[in-house]
């Protein structure tokens, strides 16, 4: 018997890539071990209840088509059932496929789906909301928020928005309880950045960020040591740091190397408590309004997901 697939599609992430979608699919897709349907998004939180009404009509697969936004809301949907995640990715940044090793030309990715391999990963709740890749708030929360305004998307848009909002962010007073005790710094400890005990922090914080993955996306490393696996969270940790070392602060997001930075602190937790001045953050690139506290608990290999 054939498996049921789903393809559900957001025609405004990313660059476009969605357009050569259907052509894909019809070419590449195996039709001896699949019977496929689409599905097209039209409202933010539509893939949701696509993904939802998926699981109740018994599809194993089901595709997100998109960016990592696309990703949460298909996989969130997913968590606890027997269907499987798969990506196409098509969005601007594509950091939970990327850390999962699926490639970014879609004719391999599509061969990915095609062999349909499984395994299990961790997804981890932030209050009310699920994550699949990465979560936080601070600056990469900022940013999300404001390339969310924009129409045109694209990794040289987000780009432009960091640098130009690197000049007025300022970082906020937070206050981080992790239960129980993390585990200590990941990573090359130094006489700067030594190894540090204690499940308490406050302090100004540019970034609290939390990782199942190890990047945001486009190879912007976060927690180079992350796995998704392993029922464990990064929680990573910048402290507020001079603007004149922002440069080297982003050169080291993409050598991997952000660990080393003596204003960067990351432990391994499976459960914190985040209070920010501000009440918005990012679920996996996305910005919502999370308030002022954030409970953090990972949920271990909760999830399908068709990998390499």
Same mark, same amino acid.
């Given at each position: 018997m054939k498996k049921k697939i789903?393809?559900?599609? =957001?025609?405004? +992430?990313?660059?476009?890539?969605?357009?050569?979608?259907?052509?894909?699919?019809?070419?590449k897709l195996d039709r001896t071990i699949y019977d496929y349907e689409l599905a097209y998004t039209k409202a933010a939180k539509h893939a949701i209840d696509l993904s939802k009404k998926s699981v109740a009509e018994n599809f194993n697969i089901v595709v997100a088509v998109g960016g990592d936004g696309s990703v949460n809301e298909v996989g969130r949907s997913l968590v606890g059932t027997d +269907? @499987? /995640?798969?990506?196409?990715?098509?969005?601007s940044g594509n950091g939970t496929a990327r850390h999962l090793n699926i490639s970014m030309n879609l004719s391999k990715a599509m061969q990915i789906i095609n062999k349909g391999n499984t395994i299990k990963i961790d997804t981890f709740n932030v209050n009310d909301e699920t994550a699949i890749n990465t979560a936080g708030i601070g600056y990469a929360a900022h940013i999300a928020y404001e390339f969310s305004k924009i129409k045109k998307r694209g990794f040289? =848009?987000?780009?432009?928005? %960091?640098?130009?909002?690197?000049?007025?962010?300022?970082?906020?007073?937070?206050?981080?309880? %992790?239960?129980?005790?993390?585990?200590?710094?990941?990573?090359?400890p130094s006489s700067a950045n030594p190894p540090q005990w204690g499940g308490h922090r406050r302090g100004f914080f540019f970034i609290i960020d939390i990782a199942n993955g190890s990047q945001w996306g486009n190879n912007a *490393?976060? %927690?180079?040591? @992350?796995? =998704?696996?392993?029922?464990?969270?990064? /929680?990573?940790? *910048?402290?507020?740091?001079?603007?004149?070392?922002?440069?080297?602060?982003?050169?080291?997001?993409?050598?991997?190397s952000i660990h080393r930075s003596k204003f960067v602190e990351i432990l391994k937790v499976k459960?914190?408590?985040?209070?920010?001045?501000?009440?918005? %953050?990012?679920?996996?690139?996305?910005?919502?309004?999370?308030?002022?506290?954030?409970? *953090?608990?990972? =949920?271990?290999? +909760?999830?399908?997901?068709? *990998?390499?």
């Open positions: 789903l393809f559900i599609i =957001n025609p405004i +992430s990313g660059v476009g890539r969605h357009k050569t979608v259907e052509k894909l699919i019809d070419e +269907s @499987a /995640l798969a990506i196409l990715p098509c969005g040289s =848009n987000y780009l432009k928005i %960091a640098v130009c909002d690197s000049l007025k962010y300022r970082s906020q007073i937070c206050e981080i309880d %992790a239960h129980p005790q993390p585990l200590p710094l990941v990573g090359e *490393v976060i %927690a180079p040591h @992350a796995k =998704n696996d392993d029922g464990l969270l990064d /929680l990573c940790i *910048v402290r507020d740091f001079p603007f004149r070392m922002f440069p080297l602060m982003a050169l080291r997001l993409f050598t991997r459960e914190v408590i985040i209070r920010q001045e501000r009440d918005y %953050a990012h679920i996996d690139g996305e910005p919502v309004i999370i308030g002022k506290e954030l409970k *953090v608990k990972v =949920n271990p290999l +909760s999830l399908k997901v068709v *990998v390499p």
